[in-house]
């Protein structure tokens, strides 16, 4: 029903930035939260930031005051604003996007991108 492809992953500098854009294809009007976790090896993938159709923009605290996060509904795309960067924001990135009620159905679906790396340098 959706996919996701990301761009904007690479090699950067600590204290410096990138942006990561996020386009949505498929019946995308039905989404209600897309934005962007990370997974770093030997971690579990946690959020970074995603805006919620009803409940608002959920940021991680370790990311907070530095990371900004968009939406453009019109075009199905999100970018992740990473300023500041630091070693610590090393990680594969995924673009994530929730659907739940389509009309009357609960249609509970998640959906990934492949993950583009960002390896922030010392």
């Known amino acids: 029903q959706v996919q996701l492809v990301e761009s904007g992953g690479g090699l950067v500098h600590a204290g410096g930035s990138l942006r990561l854009p996020c386009a949505a294809s498929?019946?995308?009007?039905?989404?209600?939260?897309i934005g962007w976790y990370r997974q770093a090896p030997g971690k579990e993938r946690e959020l970074v930031a995603e805006?919620?159709?009803?409940?608002?923009?959920k940021i991680a605290d370790a990311v907070k005051g530095r990371f900004v996060i968009t939406r453009d509904n019109a075009k199905n795309t999100v970018d992740l604003i990473m300023n500041t960067l630091k070693s610590e924001d090393t990680a594969v990135y995924y673009c994530?996007?929730?659907?739940?009620?389509?009309?009357?159905?609960?249609?509970?679906?998640?959906?990934w991108g492949k993950g583009t790396l960002v390896t922030v340098s010392t």
């Open positions: 994530h996007a929730h659907k739940g009620y389509v009309g009357d159905t609960w249609n509970n679906m998640d959906y």
């Open positions: 498929g019946i995308t009007n039905t989404i209600d939260a």
């Open positions: 805006i919620h159709n009803f409940e608002g923009t």
